[in-house]
Nanobody, 127 residues
Framework: QVQMVESGGGLVQAGDSLRLSCTASGPGRILSSNVMGWFRQAPGKERHFVAGIRWMSGSSYYADSVKGRFTISKDNAKKTVYLQMNSLKPEDTSVYYC??????????????????WGPGTQVTVSA
């Protein structure tokens, strides 16, 4: 089973940038057909999709709310997925999680389609 661990969160001001990392560990391996996703969840709210990327090809898709500001990327050798977040807004404040799904779920924005969730990393954006 693959285990995901997120890092890179913090407290920043509106307009700043942050880069989150999500590294896979454990006895399992990421399959070339897998899709990696970033989600976020604010207190008392549902978990929402942010961005997804195919592990092999690197093709990606985004939530409308972050398109043009956030960029998802990967480093296969490091088994790591990144989320570069620019022009951060207070409404981006959330716990950010990464997870994995199968190739046939590419394009999915449903948290229920993803698994192997990490513990999350807190991002707080002050006005």
């Amino acid at each position: 089973q693959v285990q995901m661990v997120e890092s890179g969160g913090g407290l920043v001001q509106a307009g700043d940038s942050l880069r989150l990392s999500c590294t896979a560990s454990g006895p399992g391996r990421i399959l070339s057909s897998n899709v990696m996703g970033w989600f976020r969840q604010a207190p008392g709210k549902e978990r929402h999709f942010v961005a997804g990327i195919r592990w092999m090809s690197g093709s990606s898709y985004y939530a409308d709310s972050v398109k043009g500001r956030f960029t998802i990327s990967k480093d296969n050798a490091k088994k790591t997925v990144y989320l570069q977040m620019n022009s951060l807004k207070p409404e981006d404040t959330s716990v950010y999680y990464c997870a994995i799904t199968s190739s046939n779920n590419y394009g999915s924005r449903r948290a229920a389609d993803f698994g192997s969730w990490g513990p999350g990393t807190q991002v707080t954006v002050s006005a």
